[in-house]
């Protein structure tokens, strides 16, 4: 039996929730552990009653669905029977009165075809799989795990490919043939800034040459059977001034600080804020003269990038078993440099257990 389906029958019951439509392809890759739809394309969607599921695809993957998902019944969309349309049967036959859908998933356009011939009092907008995605079970969390493993192999393996004159693009290319050739695939666009370009914080990485003290900043991360990594690192080929070491230690302890909060209050059996944690380390970026982070300090991960839980300063809910995070605090002086650091956490048994483990002491090659 599919447990998670089964835990969202009972997030059905607790929200009194007749039926989910599931658009999202990562909730339906969480859903049915199948990972072979396009994410560009509609390829496919559930339908999750209290008692059956349904799966709508195309005829092109009728065969390995049969296979790969025999838990759940197909429904070929075609012209002559359209989702809209049977849809609107499957509710009619489950005497369905309140069903949820994706809604930040869905176009407009999208949502008048599919919804047309039901009535808007039958829907209603309510996220209970990313709720559960929330949560990782524990081979979701070895599986970042494995994810982080090999971005830090990455990362251990750019510190030698380091050259003068070589591009920013030059080192995204170093980045992604690593993680590739090791049977992986980047989990987002990688970032490389070199020096002034590091201010940026979603900089696109050019045509920038790497110069003597420069500093470099990295931000990549790894998919490995469908799971994310995500990591920065930000080091100095050369030496760092006075400038450039402070705003590194400054980051570096910031970040020191948000963790050993959450340490602190896992270990009395305290609730655990993201946004205490956020506090905590953007309030010591400022005391040290500098500006803080323009974005939250941290994010959930797994399926995809960026995902629940947030550490932010509007995420008042509480840290939990199960649930893996970045913490990346970060300073940017315009014209100048950037620092970045960013490791992934999971919690744990009541413990904060670090998943990037890349060396973080302030790096001058």
């Known amino acids: 039996m599919n447990t998670r389906i089964t835990k969202l029958r009972t997030l059905m019951v607790n929200e009194k929730i007749d039926g989910v439509f599931v658009s999202c392809i990562p909730n339906i890759t969480y859903l049915t552990n199948f990972s072979g739809f396009s994410t560009e394309d509609r390829d496919a969607f559930l339908l999750i009653t209290k008692s059956n599921q349904y799966i709508f695809t195309h005829g092109i993957y009728k065969e390995v669905v049969k296979k790969q998902l025999s ?19 499957l509710i009619k036959n489950h005497s369905i009165n309140k069903l949820s859908y994706e809604a930040t998933n869905l176009s407009v356009w999208e949502y008048e075809r599919l919804f047309k011939s039901i009535s808007k009092k039958h829907l209603t907008q309510v996220n209970l799989v990313e709720k559960l995605r929330t949560i990782k079970d524990t081979d979701e969390i070895y599986a970042i795990k494995a994810s982080c493993l090999l971005g830090d192999k990455t990362y251990s393996y750019v510190l030698t490919r380091l050259r003068s004159g070589m591009t920013e693009k030059d080192l995204v290319f170093e980045i992604e043939y690593f993680i590739k050739k090791n049977s992986g695939d980047i989990s987002f666009p990688s970032i490389v800034a070199f020096g002034e370009n590091a201010a940026f914080i979603h900089h696109q990485s050019g045509d920038r040459k790497l110069k003597k003290n420069d500093c470099v900043l990295l931000d990549f991360g790894v998919r490995l059977n469908n799971y994310c990594s995500d990591m920065s690192r930000t080091f100095f080929y050369g030496k760092a001034n006075k400038e450039k070491t402070k705003a590194y230690l400054t980051v570096l302890e910031s970040q020191k600080k948000a963790i050993m909060y959450i340490e602190e209050k896992l270990e009395k059996k305290e609730d655990v804020k993201g946004n ?18 323009p974005y939250s300090l941290g994010h959930g991960i797994g399926l995809e990038v960026h995902e629940s ?57």
Do not use: C, H
């Open 276 to 293: 205490i944690a956020d506090k905590i380390s953007r309030d010591y970026i400022t005391q040290e003269g500098f500006v803080a982070f």
């Open 309 to 365: 839980p947030r550490l932010s300063p509007s995420y008042d809910e509480i840290l939990e078993n199960g649930m893996v995070f970045s913490i990346e605090p970060g300073i940017y002086l315009q014209d100048k440099m950037g620092v970045r650091i960013e490791d992934l956490f999971a919690i744990e048994n009541n413990k904060l257990i670090p998943l990037t483990l890349s060396p973080k002491t302030l790096t001058e090659l």
């Open 71 to 89: 838990g759940f019944e197909l429904i070929e969309m075609t012209r002559e029977n359209p989702t809209g349309k049977a849809i609107a049967q």
